[in-house]
């Protein structure tokens, strides 16, 4: 699948590429690579307006950053990733990004972001 996305030329393809090819990187342990190839995948579905696999993209992307060791990275990519999840409606995948965001950041600040936006998720019908 990979290969046949390989020469994609419509933005979604390219998306799918990149982020496929991360996961691939992530599970063979090249975590940077992983980590660029998924900014890649979210910056791409940014352009396409397609903020859900945006969200999961960058995701992938703070996976790769948390096991390279990057935790400050990886908690900045979950809580935009949180964000993204939770302004388009998606709370029960939003709220576990923003708590591993809460878990990997030394950030008072984050910190204080994400439990905003858990709360503001806990204040909705």
Known sequence: AIARLASA????QQADEA????RRN???GRFATAAEQAQRAAD???QALDYRGMARALAVAAEAEADAGNMRQA???YMRAGQSAVAQGDA?????WLRR?????DDAALHEAARSAIAA???RP
């Not at 982020?19 to 991360?22: C, D, I």
């Not at 029960?92 to 576990?96: C, Q």
């Not at 965001?101 to 950041?105: E, N, V």
């Open 9 to 12: 030329v419509l933005p979604e």
């Open 19 to 22: 982020e496929l090819a991360a």
């Open 26 to 28: 992530l599970r063979q």
């Open 44 to 46: 791409v579905r940014r």
């Open 75 to 77: 908690a900045n990519l």
């Open 92 to 96: 029960s995948t939003g709220r576990p």
């Open 101 to 105: 965001a809460m878990a990997l950041g």
């Open 121 to 123: 998720l806990q204040a």
